[in-house]
T-cell receptor, first 112, second 115 residues
Framework: RKEVEQDPGPFNVPEGATVAFNCTYSNSASQSFFWYRQDCRKEPKLLMSVYSSGNEDGRFTAQLNRASQYISLLIRDSKLSDSATYLCVVNPSWAGSYQLTFGKGTKLSVIP | EAGVTQFPSHSVIEKGQTVTLRCDPISGHDNLYWYRRVMGKEIKFLLHFVKESKQDESGMPNNRFLAERTGGTYSTLKVQPAELEDSGVYFC?????????????FGPGTRLTVL
C-alpha cells in the first residue's frame, strides 16, 4: 500500500465549479499534513497546511480526519488559474525526520 | 528575497558518467532537503541536512549518490556512475525552522536525463 494515495484524475471542470480532492495516508502516527500545488514543469509550492479542525483560505478549504487517515481539499468557484496538479503531502515526523511524503498528485484542468 | 536556486536546470549525460547538481537554499535556512521525481512516480525524499550535518539520509537509493553541504550553505548532489534509472527531476528544498510543520520551499529542479 502506498504511503499517500490520491486519485490521479484528471479532473476537468468548468469555471465556477466546485471540485473536491481526496487523499488517504497509511502512517497513523503522521503529524503534519499539507496540500502543495505544482504547475506543469515547475516546482511544488505550498498551497496550505491542513489542521485537525479544518481550515479555510479564501476559496480553498482543507479537512483532516485522523480516525480515517483521510485528507481533503475543496476548491470553490474554480478559476482558470487553478489548473495545476495538487499534491497531498504528509510529514511522518518520526525520530526527528522532517521528510515530506508525497502523493502522485491529482491533475485539475479548469475549462472556460 | 531570492528563492531556492538549482543548477543546472537540465543535464543530459551518458550512462556511466558523473553529474553534480548544485542547490543554493534561501539565505538563512539551515535545513536543506533533496528530493527526486522519476517518471510516473511520486516525488520522493532523498536526504536532509541541518547546516553541514546529514540529519536523515534514509532516502538515498545507493552509494552512487553522494551529497555534501560544506560550510552549511550550498549543497551538491553527485551521481557517480549514473545509471538509466537515475533519470528524473531532482528538487532541492529549504526551510528555516527544524520542525515538521515548517514550510519547505522548493527550487525549480534539475531535470536529469541519462542515456
Amino acid at each position: 500500500r502506498k504511503e499517500v494515495e490520491q486519485d490521479p484524475g484528471p479532473f476537468n471542470v468548468p469555471e465556477g465549479a466546485t471540485v473536491a480532492f481526496n487523499c488517504t495516508y497509511s502512517n497513523s502516527a503522521s503529524q503534519s499534513f499539507f496540500w502543495y500545488r505544482q504547475d506543469c514543469r515547475k516546482e511544488p509550492k505550498l498551497l496550505m497546511s491542513v489542521y485537525s479542525s479544518g481550515n479555510e483560505d479564501g476559496r480553498f478549504t482543507a479537512q483532516l480526519n485522523r480516525a480515517s487517515q483521510y485528507i481533503s481539499l475543496l476548491i470553490r468557484d474554480s478559476k482558470l488559474s487553478d489548473s495545476a496538479t495538487y499534491l497531498c503531502v504528509v510529514n511522518p515526523s518520526w525520530a526527528g525526520s522532517y521528510q515530506l511524503t508525497f502523493g502522485k498528485g491529482t491533475k485539475l484542468s479548469v475549462i472556460p | 528575497e531570492a528563492g531556492v536556486t538549482q543548477f543546472p536546470s537540465h543535464s543530459v549525460i551518458e550512462k556511466g558518467q558523473t553529474v553534480t547538481l548544485r542547490c543554493d537554499p534561501i539565505s538563512g535556512h539551515d535545513n536543506l532537503y533533496w528530493y527526486r521525481r522519476v517518471m510516473g512516480k511520486e516525488i520522493k525524499f532523498l536526504l536532509h541536512f541541518v547546516k553541514e550535518s546529514k540529519q536523515d539520509e534514509s532516502g538515498m537509493p545507493n552509494n552512487r549518490f553522494l551529497a555534501e553541504r560544506t560550510g552549511g550553505t550550498y549543497s551538491t548532489l553527485k551521481v557517480q556512475p549514473a545509471e538509466l534509472e537515475d533519470s528524473g527531476v531532482y528538487f532541492c528544498a529549504s526551510s528555516q525552522e527544524r520542525s515538521g510543520t515548517d514550510t519547505q520551499y522548493f527550487g525549480p529542479g534539475t531535470r536529469l536525463t541519462v542515456l
